[in-house]
């Protein structure tokens, strides 16, 4: 069994989607299962990181996880859950504003990423880390400049990325869920 944490958000939505293609047996968690929208074959359970007397009934056997989270959400609960549950192999969906081997990160949100990586690794549950620096989903956020005009403004002019479309993401959390590896 597959749990996706996120299971309603782009990324979390399109995880489930690439599981329930590979056959592969899916669980959901969300707060509201009567709204998820999911695919029939999908396990949707009411479940709440917030609130860790939920997440022993999500957790029940399931052998891997993909944790999309929401900024500031404290891990520890589910950690320890995921943990007496048996789950042997965590896909983080983390930021690719990390910087590698530096206590302090540049940003809070890099920080914040680094502190679940840190919490992750301690747990002794096999990890991978999907560091994704620009979702092109993002660039939805660019369509209300364009609409006043042809410019987009941002803070860092001379900065190049890649943008990487959620579908991709939710390929190589799927492949890793199954398969494991990096």
Sequence with gaps: ????????????????????????????????????????????????????ETLPAALAGVEAAFLVLQYGMDVAPLLAAAGRAGVRRLVFLSSGAVVPGAERQPDVIAQYHRDVERAIEASGIEWTFLRLLFPAINSLTFAMQLQGGDVIRAPYAEAAFSAVHERDVAEVAARILIGGGH
């Design 1 to 52: 069994m597959y749990l996706v944490i996120g299971a309603t958000a782009h990324f979390g939505r399109q995880a489930v989607e690439e599981l329930v293609a590979a056959g592969a047996p899916v669980r959901a968690l969300t707060r509201t299962p009567e709204r998820a929208g999911l695919p029939a074959e999908v396990d949707v359970v009411r479940g709440d990181l917030t609130k860790p």
